[in-house]
C-alpha cells in the first residue's frame, strides 16, 4: 500500500521506535489501528477442554467476554540483512512493527456438560502481547506482506503471515467466510453421541446476558452468523482485509511441553476486517479459530480429534491516542511501579 517514494522516504530514514499514530503510511495496511479498541459484550468464542469427570472426556465452554485492544508502539524501518545469490549486492528487507495488548474479560460462561470452573463473571480470560508486521519490501515469492507475532500466557507463541487487502465492496455474507466449529476427524452428525455438549448448544443457542428474544445467539455449527449479522448494521465505506495463518510460509505455532501433551495448539487462522464507515467511525472485526489437538480419532488412523477454538468480536475505535502502559496497569502496579 505505500507508493514506491514512500517506501525509498522509510528505508533511508534511521531505525525508530514511537508513539504509533493513525494515518502513518509507513504503517502501510495497519495505518488505522493505532489507538484503543473496545468492545462490551460483543465477543463471542467456543472452546472444548479435556475434561476428566466428563463421560466423553470433555467438556464445551461458551463464553461472552469484554474486550480492550490496544496499539501504541511504531518500530519503524527494522532492517533483516541480505545479501543477493551471488553474494554482489546488498539485497536488505526492511519491516514496520506495530506492538499490541489484548485483555479479554469473561461476561458470562457457560459449559456442557457442567462443570465447577467455567469461571466468575468479570475473570480474566486471556492477555496478549504481540506484534503486527508490515513487511514493506523482499516479499518475493511468497508475496506476504503481513504477519502477526502473538504470545499467550497458556504457554504459546504463534507466528502468522499473510495477505492485506482494501476493498470498497465488503457484503456480510460473502466477506467472511463460514465457520463450523464441530471437531475435526470424527463423525459431523450433530445427532453423534460424541457431540452431545455440541447439540447441547445448537438445541440451545448461548445468548449470555443477552435478554432480547430475537437474538438468535451463539451456535457452535456456524459462530461466525454474530460476526455477520453485527456487519449487517454497519455503513461501510471502505475496508482494509488482514487475513494471517500460522500454516503459511515459515509460520506456526510453539508450545510449551504441557499444553503440546495435553491440548495442543497446532495451528491458526485469524481475519481481520478494519471497517471504515460512512459516518467516519471506524469499526474492527475479527474472526479467528484456532486449532487444538488432543484424544485419538476413532478411525484407527492415529491422528488426533482437531478442536475448533473461535472467537468473534465487533470493536469501536475509541480513541487515536493509545493508552500508557502506567493507564493500563492496576493501580497497585502504578504504586510499586
Known amino acids: 500500500m505505500l507508493s514506491s517514494a514512500q517506501k525509498r522516504e522509510l528505508i533511508t530514514q534511521p531505525r525508530s521506535v514511537e508513539r504509533a499514530v493513525t494515518d502513518d503510511p509507513a504503517l502501510g495496511p495497519l495505518r488505522l489501528l493505532p489507538g484503543t479498541w473496545i468492545s462490551e459484550g460483543r465477543g463471542w468464542n467456543m472452546i472444548a477442554l479435556p475434561f476428566e469427570t466428563a463421560t466423553l472426556d470433555y467438556r464445551l465452554l461458551m463464553n461472552q467476554y469484554n474486550e480492550k485492544l490496544t496499539f501504541n508502539l511504531v518500530d519503524k524501518a527494522v532492517p533483516n540483512r541480505g545479501l543477493t545469490s551471488d553474494h554482489e549486492a546488498q539485497t536488505d528487507q526492511h519491516i514496520v512493527t506495530l506492538d499490541y495488548e489484548q485483555v479479554i474479560d469473561q461476561l458470562i460462561a457457560t459449559d456442557s456438560p457442567e462443570s465447577t470452573v467455567a469461571g466468575p463473571q468479570g475473570a480474566a480470560i486471556h492477555h496478549e502481547p504481540g506484534l ?10 511468497e508475496r506476504m506482506d503481513i504477519g502477526r507475532l ?13 495477505k492485506s487487502a482494501r476493498i470498497t465492496d465488503f457484503e456480510p455474507t460473502t466477506s467472511i467466510p463460514a465457520v463450523n466449529g464441530l471437531p475435526i476427524g470424527v463423525n459431523q452428525n450433530i445427532g453423534s453421541p460424541y457431540l452431545l455438549p455440541y447439540k447441547f448448544f445448537v438445541d440451545n443457542p448461548f445468548k449470555g446476558i443477552v435478554s432480547d428474544p430475537n437474538f438468535p445467539g451463539f451456535v457452535p455449527t456456524a459462530p461466525h452468523l454474530l460476526l455477520v449479522s453485527a456487519a449487517e448494521s454497519l455503513s461501510i465505506k471502505r475496508t482494509t482485509i488482514l487475513d494471517l495463518d500460522t500454516t503459511n510460509a515459515t509460520g506456526g505455532i510453539h508450545n510449551i511441553p504441557f499444553v503440546e501433551r495435553q491440548a495442543d495448539a497446532t495451528k491458526m487462522h485469524s481475519m481481520f476486517w478494519i471497517h471504515e464507515l460512512t459516518d467516519g467511525g471506524l469499526v474492527l472485526q475479527y474472526l479467528q479459530v484456532v486449532i487444538l489437538e488432543f484424544f485419538l480419532r476413532f478411525d484407527g488412523s492415529g491422528l488426533l480429534i482437531g478442536w475448533p477454538h473461535v472467537s468473534i468480536n465487533t470493536l469501536t475505535k475509541q480513541s487515536d491516542t493509545p493508552l500508557d502502559m502506567l493507564e493500563m496497569a492496576t493501580p497497585l502496579a502504578r504504586e510499586v511501579g
Open 132 to 141: 503486527f508486521l508490515h513487511m514493506v519490501d523482499q516479499i518475493a515469492p
Open 150 to 162: 502473538a504470545t499467550i500466557p497458556h504457554g504459546n507463541a504463534a507466528l502468522a503471515l499473510g
